[in-house]
């Protein structure tokens, strides 16, 4: 019987002390490879399969978002997941948007949590091995027959702009809501594959909605636009509600297009392939659920099977 190959995975930071604590850490449960450069990880990545990678964000030459861009076309299968400290927006935005990583794990990491995350990053690309090798950056397809995908608009500049509607309402169907509560009524009546969206909205904070919406209806993608954002709303905005994009307003209208589009096809591929949606696993809800997401988490279940039917107006 042939014994089942440990999940590889490569670790890449430019200090020496940090890559052999790391293999120290996890040598038992995988296969551990370790670069300390970002030239050596892209040999490592085309010479061979690696699962996740774990990389730092400050290393010379290449800097951890660069590295993971690559990585993305390169094995677009390897979860990635960024090393980063909390100073580093720019670099975390960047990996939002270029390197579609997995997680955040801010340095110095805590043992529990940095092995929780790479465990779940393992077995997502364990369990979609062969579908992940079908995800390429390719064109939106021409529409034939109506929609391309439908669009949730929860922002209060945007909902009542009327260049977002005639720009994009030619491709997708656009729905638009001023409050959450509206969003709601939405997401209930309409198969919405994309939602863009603001921090707060109408003074409320969106992330609780993202978060349970993520992990109850993992195929609907986020385009995250925002006046402001520290690092640690960033970092949460990945960990617990994996956004597909995040841009700051105001907002450029190219940009926005390329978001929506790269958004609306991560839904489309996932309602083609549900396994997918492992790779969307969001952290665990954080503890002393309120009223008012254990409201949020009641609703959004009870529309049931609407929002994993597919793309649609």
């Known amino acids: ?181 509206d969003a709601l009524d939405v997401l209930e009546q309409q198969k919405v594959g994309v939602i863009v969206t603001d921090t707060r909205v109408g003074g409320e904070n969106t992330l609780d909605l993202l978060r349970i919406l993520k992990q109850q209806h993992p195929q609907v993608m986020t385009v995250m636009l925002t006046n402001e954002a520290d690092s640690d709303a960033v970092m949460k905005l990945i960990n617990q509600a994996q956004v597909c994009r995040l841009s700051f307003k105001p907002i450029k209208r190219g940009a926005l297009d390329l978001a929506i589009r790269a958004a609306m096809m991560h839904h489309r591929r996932m309602v083609a392939d549900p396994k997918l949606a492992q790779r969307q696993r969001v952290a665990a809800s954080p503890a002393g659920e309120t009223s008012l997401t254990r409201s949020l988490a009641s609703r959004l279940r009870a529309f049931g099977g609407r929002l994993r039917l597919g793309f649609g107006s």
Do not use: C
């Open 1 to 181: 019987m042939t014994a089942i190959q440990k999940p590889a995975v490569l670790f890449v930071d430019d200090e020496v002390h940090i890559v052999n604590l790391l293999k120290i850490m996890f040598r038992s449960d995988y296969d551990v490879v370790s670069a300390t450069s970002g030239a050596a990880a892209l040999d490592i990545i085309q010479s061979r399969k690696i699962d996740v990678i774990v990389s730092d964000q400050r290393m010379p030459g290449m800097t951890g978002t660069e590295l993971l861009a690559k990585v993305r076309r390169l094995s677009p299968g390897t979860m990635r997941i960024l090393l980063t400290g909390y100073s580093d927006l720019a670099a975390m935005v960047g990996s939002i948007n270029d390197g579609e990583i997995f997680r955040f794990v801010s340095k110095p990491w805590d043992k529990d949590e940095i092995r929780a995350i790479v465990k779940d990053a393992a077995e997502a690309a364990r369990n979609t091995e062969a579908s992940a090798q079908l995800i390429v950056d390719e064109p939106e397809p021409e529409a034939t027959t109506g929609p391309l995908g439908s669009i949730l608009v929860l922002d209060e500049d945007l909902a009542q702009s009327n260049w977002f509607k005639e720009h994009f309402g030619t491709t997708f169907a656009v729905h638009q809501a001023n409050r959450i509560d």
